[in-house]
């Protein structure tokens, strides 16, 4: 079983930014970012590959999100620009023991335990 762990949320002002980082206790495939905010369903936010040569972003965080990846420290990263009220949400870091990447929930095979992230405005 692999646990992830994130850090790097926090309380930023709108149009600042904010680093998180998921680390993986063994190898992961395909890994993603999910988040929820309070009252909401958990949706999707990014997903990269293996390789990191391949990624996807909702389209609610395109041109503003960046998630990348560190195989040598298993760990994804996910840099977080123009930030704005509506991102306020708790992040959850997930990996898959498949390639695929996917923007379905149920296509992780593990999850962090999130972290808060919250912007004002």
């Known amino acids: 079983q692999v646990q992830l762990v994130e850090s790097g949320g926090g309380l930023v002002q709108a149009g600042g930014s904010l680093r998180l980082s998921c680390v993986a206790s063994?190898?992961?495939?395909?890994m993603a970012w999910f988040r929820q905010a309070p009252g909401k369903e958990r949706e999707f936010v990014a997903a990269i590959s293996r390789s990191g040569g391949t990624t996807d972003y909702a389209d609610s965080v395109q041109g503003r999100f960046i998630i990348s990846r560190d195989n040598a420290k298993n760990t994804v990263y996910l840099q977080m620009n123009s930030l704005k009220p509506e991102d306020t949400a708790v992040y959850y870091c997930?990996?898959?023991?498949?390639?695929?990447?996917?923007?379905?929930?149920?296509?992780?095979?593990?999850w962090g335990q999130g972290t808060q992230v919250t912007v004002s405005s």
């Open positions: 997930t990996g898959a023991r498949g390639f695929r990447l996917s923007r379905l929930q149920h296509e992780y095979d593990y």
């Open positions: 063994g190898r992961t495939l395909a």
